[in-house]
């Protein structure tokens, strides 16, 4: 059972515009929740978090959004560059303890 | 600068070997992390450690130990290696949730 889903496999946006990736998920008791980014043969690193208590984070282009009444989370990128096509995972977890991580989502910034 | 070597990034193995797989963060943290990444599944936590011979069992422990022994390093053993096990092996290191990640080891079964 995938707790959390990340729908889109893949997204293509135009640079300079606003990228947004979307995640959701079904396990309520989630209070803490994060952002990495994954390039080829890369490992992953570590963007931008977030806490239950706040619904909102910003860290220079990139915002993290939290819907809790939703179990919705979203990472924007304004504006969007070359070099932030990659792949975006999300992650959750209780309690700040063990991650639960989506599938990723693929990202394509077409110059 | 933050640093999680992996000690491999390519490995072949055969079937029923004890395969290793070694991890050294240079962060003095004190949490380590081993994940498995698939197509179309993520990643998924193997086991994890938060301290010098601590160790507890991740979402998929089963086929794989892990060993302590210090600080800074962190191994992955697949006890009896299966074809099932091929896959991108990461390690990572953080205060408290993983924050660094090495560049992975991608392993084999034959």
């Known amino acids: 059972d995938q707790q959390v889903k990340q729908n889109s496999p893949s997204l293509s946006v135009q640079e300079g515009r606003i990228s947004i990736l979307n995640c959701d998920y079904t396990?309520?008791?989630?209070?803490?929740f994060l952002w990495y980014k994954k390039y080829p043969a890369e490992g992953p690193t570590f963007l931008i978090s977030?806490?239950?208590?706040?619904d909102k984070n910003e860290d220079g282009r990139f915002t993290v959004f939290l819907n809790k009444s939703a179990k919705h989370l979203s990472l924007h990128i304004v504006p969007s560059q070359p070099g932030d096509s990659a792949v975006y995972f999300c992650?959750?977890?209780?309690?700040?303890?063990?991650?639960?991580f989506g599938t990723g989502t693929r990202l394509t910034i077409i110059p | 600068d933050v640093k999680v070597t992996q000690s491999s990034r390519y490995l072949v193995k055969r079937t029923g070997e004890k395969v290793f797989l070694e991890c050294v963060q240079d962060?003095?943290?004190?949490?380590m992390f081993w994940y498995r990444q698939d197509p179309g599944l993520g990643l998924r936590l193997i086991y994890f450690?938060?301290?010098?011979?601590?160790?507890e069992k991740g979402d998929i422990p089963e086929g794989y130990s892990v060993s302590r022994e210090k600080k800074e390093r962190f191994s992955l053993i697949l006890e009896s290696a299966s074809t099932n096990q091929t896959s991108m092996y990461l390690c990572?290191?953080?205060?408290?949730?993983?924050?660094?990640f090495g560049d992975g080891t991608r392993l084999s079964i034959l």
């Open positions: 990572a290191s953080g205060l408290y949730q993983p924050q660094h």
């Open positions: 396990n309520s008791m989630f209070d803490y």
């Open positions: 977030i806490s239950s208590i706040k």
């Open positions: 992650a959750a977890s209780v309690s700040n303890e063990k991650l639960t």
């Open positions: 962060m003095d943290h004190e949490n």
């Open positions: 450690s938060y301290d010098v011979k601590m160790k």
